[in-house]
């Protein structure tokens, strides 16, 4: 919805709108793959698997890499007053980066991949674990910067 309430309205073309737009994007794909997961036949055979995990993966790491995009851009606007120019780098990235951290799980970990009864990433916590590892830093910088926008209110 608020996705789609972007795309309408005509006013909403700043960088921040784009980057909430197309994280919002990335948010619905991954909540469609989500739902087509609970699909027996999409968990059942290990090829559906890996295509579910894929999908799952690279939308969940869009999102992610788009909320640091805006974070970073509002960081940014705020200390250095830089509005705009910047939002055709960013969405290249933002779609372009999950694409690496798939191709390194596929190649470290390719064997265990979709094998997961929930058609996630895979099964042992190592695999796993090079998904998240991938969002930490993403989070870790997010939360970061947000801590230099909005300090805490000292009593």
Known sequence: MHAFSKSSCSDLWDQFHILRFNAGICLFFMSICFFLTEI???????????AMSVLIQYWSLGTANFLFFEAFATFRAITQGIIGGKTWSYIPLGYGAPLLDIGITLYMRGKDYGTDPRAFVGWENDTKMLFFYSMLP?????????????PPLEL
């Open 40 to 50: 027996p036949v999409m968990t059942e055979d290990r090829h559906n698997n890996i």
């Open 138 to 150: 993403t989070i870790l910088v997010t939360n970061n910067l947000q801590l230099t926008q909005f």
